[in-house]
C-alpha cells in the first residue's frame, strides 16, 4: 500500500513571495503518477500539476512547478509570486500505473496555505 | 459546460435514512470514481468504476452501493444512514485506466443529524 504525507498543516506567505509545499511518499512501484491538487473554500478539487514518475525533468505550470526526487520520494510543490487566489487546501496524491485496472489516488492529508495581503 | 457534476451540492437528512447521490461526466470517460472527504479533510477512494464495472472497493460498509446507469453516470446510494456518513463525497472521473488525471466534481456536503 501507498502512503503519502504531507508534514506542513498550514503555511502562511505575503502575496508575491514564492512557497514551498512538502510532499514525501512511500510505495514500492516503479511506475506511478503524483498530482498536487488544490481545494479552495468553493470545496472544488482543481488539479495544479501532474508528474510522471518516469520523467525525469520536473513538470511545470506557469507559476506552478514541482521538485520531483524519485530516489528520495520527494514531491514539493513550488508556487512563484503568490497570488491571494492561491490561498486553498493543497492535497498531494499518487496513484499507481495499475496496468489495467482503475485505482483511486491516494491523498495525503493537505497543506493549508495561505496568502496575505 | 460543467464536466462532472453533482446532485446535491448539500444533503441533510436523518439517521436511519437512505439517500443518493447523482454524479454525471460530460467527458466520455470510462472510468468514475466515489471519494470521501471525512471532516478533517482527509480524502479515501471509496469506489470506482469502469465501463459499468465495479473495479475496487475500500473496505466500505456495504450500506454504500454505487450503480451506474450507463458509463456518463455514477450514482451513490446510501442504506440506513449513520452520524458517522457526515463527510464531503465527491465524484470524479477519468478518460480510462490508472495512468489518467481524475476530474472532480463540486462535492456534496452530507450532514446526518
Known amino acids: 500500500a501507498q502512503t503519502v504525507t504531507q508534514s506542513q498543516p498550514e503555511m502562511s506567505v505575503q502575496e508575491a513571495e514564492t512557497v514551498t509545499l512538502s510532499c514525501t511518499y512511500d510505495t514500492s512501484e516503479n511506475n506511478y503518477y503524483l498530482f498536487w491538487y488544490k481545494q479552495p473554500p468553493s470545496r472544488q478539487m482543481i488539479l495544479v500539476i501532474r508528474?510522471?514518475?518516469?520523467?525525469?525533468q520536473n513538470a511545470t505550470e506557469n507559476r506552478f512547478s514541482v521538485n520531483f526526487q524519485k530516489a528520495a520520494k520527494s514531491f514539493s510543490l513550488k508556487i512563484s509570486d503568490s497570488q491571494l487566489g492561491d490561498t486553498a487546501m493543497y492535497f498531494c496524491?499518487?496513484?499507481?500505473?495499475?496496468?489495467?485496472?482503475?485505482?483511486?489516488?491516494?491523498f495525503g492529508k493537505g497543506t493549508h496555505l495561505i496568502i496575505q495581503p | 459546460d460543467t464536466a462532472v457534476s453533482q446532485t446535491p451540492k448539500y444533503l441533510v437528512t436523518q439517521m436511519g435514512n437512505d439517500k443518493s447521490i447523482k454524479c454525471e461526466q460530460n467527458?466520455?470517460?470510462?472510468?468514475m470514481y466515489w471519494y470521501k472527504q471525512d471532516s478533517k479533510k482527509f480524502l479515501k477512494i471509496m469506489f470506482s468504476y469502469n465501463n459499468k464495472e465495479l473495479i475496487i472497493n475500500e473496505t466500505v460498509p456495504n450500506r454504500f452501493s454505487p450503480k451506474s446507469p450507463d458509463k456518463a453516470h455514477l450514482n451513490l446510494h446510501i442504506n440506513s444512514l449513520e452520524l458517522g456518513d457526515s463527510a464531503v463525497y465527491f465524484c470524479?472521473?477519468?478518460?480510462?485506466?490508472?495512468?489518467?488525471?481524475?476530474?472532480f466534481g463540486p462535492g456534496t456536503r452530507l450532514t446526518v443529524l
Open positions: 467527458l466520455g470517460h470510462d472510468t
Open positions: 470524479a472521473s477519468s478518460l480510462s485506466t490508472s495512468r489518467d488525471t481524475q476530474y
Open positions: 508528474q510522471e514518475a518516469y520523467k525525469q
Open positions: 496524491a499518487f496513484m499507481k500505473d495499475g496496468g489495467g485496472g482503475a485505482d483511486g489516488l491516494t
